[in-house]
């Protein structure tokens, strides 16, 4: 599985973003697709994920403001970003989860740089 992370860049607070991550090679064997973000100084944490069934979760402080979602037929996955703040920035990784119980594997792709300026 190949993920292709775009979409970031320089977005006044209250603005928004739209991030995309297109997926490739065994895309049948994906059970959840997630967004995470590793803001400054901080760990990489999920912010939002949908799985393969459509149920999506997203973390406390992105939710109402996040929404992901995907284009089955273009392989992506997008993470819609409205009213942003300062604490969102951060480097976006698109994740993909993949494989059968027991054979999980996580594949990452490259991540793509959201700075909200106050």
């Known amino acids: 599985v190949q993920l292709q992370a775009c979409g970031g860049g320089l977005v006044q607070a209250g603005g928004s973003r739209r991030l995309s991550c297109v997926t490739s090679g065994m895309i049948s064997s994906i059970n959840v697709m997630g967004w995470y973000r590793r803001g400054p100084g901080r760990t990489r944490d999920l912010v939002a994920e949908?799985?393969?069934?459509?149920?999506?979760q997203y973390a406390a402080s992105v939710k109402s403001r996040f929404t992901i979602s995907r284009d089955i037929a273009k392989n992506t996955v997008y993470l819609q970003m409205n009213s942003l703040t300062p604490d969102d920035t951060g480097i976006y990784h698109c994740?993909?989860?993949?494989?059968?119980?027991?054979?999980?594997?996580?594949?990452w792709g490259q991540g793509t740089l959201v700075t909200v300026s106050s």
């Open positions: 949908i799985t393969s069934g459509g149920r999506t």
């Open positions: 994740n993909a989860e993949a494989g059968n119980p027991g054979e999980i594997v996580d594949y």
